[in-house]
């Protein structure tokens, strides 16, 4: 069972928009719309963003938005702001092991 | 308010065996799937394995099938994560989080395991 593929990095400017891809397979991503988003900042817990491929938490910002197309899903961040560095997670269930998959992790960085 | 907790920090040489746990409170514990997942040092998340307390339903990942044993005591609301003989790789951080209807909502804070002669 590997890995979902994510970028390992991804830039912006403050404002811009950013979209973060995440490819699975027809076993997990295609499968179900079990995916979410996780941020991550050093030394700390992963934090949910999104579940169910777009719905968002109490207390997440709406710039923060999620969608799926196919066995790839993706997490847009709009109106970058500087605290919006860390590391993005996607997650899915898979058939696979009936257990969860996450994605390789991609490093946002506002420039 | 929900809460998972974990236990502390671990030092243990090579071969030697450890059980951490993850204790959930302010929801029913039964009802909800708890997951590990492993972080190596500067490295991504991985899922080890998750448990139903509820009904000792237990995955594990392919790479940690037969490696580790995650179970569960819904009686004192805690799951654990255990070794028999740690190797150095093992070293890493390990959080447990609750799941439901296919994602995980809360974290805990962590447990630091470090293995070395």
């Known amino acids: 069972q590997s890995a979902l593929t994510q970028p390992a990095s991804l830039s912006g400017s403050p404002g811009q928009s950013i979209t973060i891809s995440c490819t699975g397979t027809?076993?997990?991503?295609?499968?179900?719309?079990?995916v979410s988003w996780f941020r991550q900042e050093p030394g700390t817990a992963p934090k949910l963003l999104i579940y169910?491929?777009?719905n968002r938490p109490s207390g997440i910002s709406d710039r923060f938005s999620g969608s799926k197309s196919g066995n790839t899903a993706s997490l847009t961040i709009s109106g970058l702001q500087a605290d919006d560095e860390a590391d993005y997670y996607c997650n899915s269930y898979t058939r696979t092991t009936r257990t969860h998959v996450f994605g390789t992790g991609t490093r946002v960085t506002v420039i | 308010e929900v809460q998972l907790v974990q236990s502390g920090a671990e030092v243990k040489k090579p071969g030697e065996s450890l059980k951490i746990s993850c204790k959930g409170s302010?929801?029913?514990?039964?009802?909800?799937?708890t997951g590990w997942a492993r972080q190596m040092p500067g490295k991504g998340l991985e899922w080890m394995g998750i448990?139903?307390?509820?009904?000792?339903?237990?995955r594990y990942s392919p790479s940690f099938q037969g490696q580790v044993i995650v179970s569960a005591d819904k009686s004192i609301s805690t799951a654990y994560l255990q070794w028999s003989s740690l190797r150095a790789s093992d070293s890493g951080v390990y959080y447990c989080?609750?799941?439901?209807?296919?994602?995980?909502?809360?974290w805990g804070q962590g447990s630091l395991v470090t293995v070395s002669s």
């Open positions: 302010g929801y029913s514990f039964s009802n909800y799937w």
């Open positions: 989080a609750r799941g439901h209807d296919g994602f995980w909502d809360y």
């Open positions: 169910g491929v777009s």
């Open positions: 448990i139903n307390p509820g009904d000792s339903d237990t």
């Open positions: 027809s076993s997990d991503i295609g499968a179900y719309n079990y």
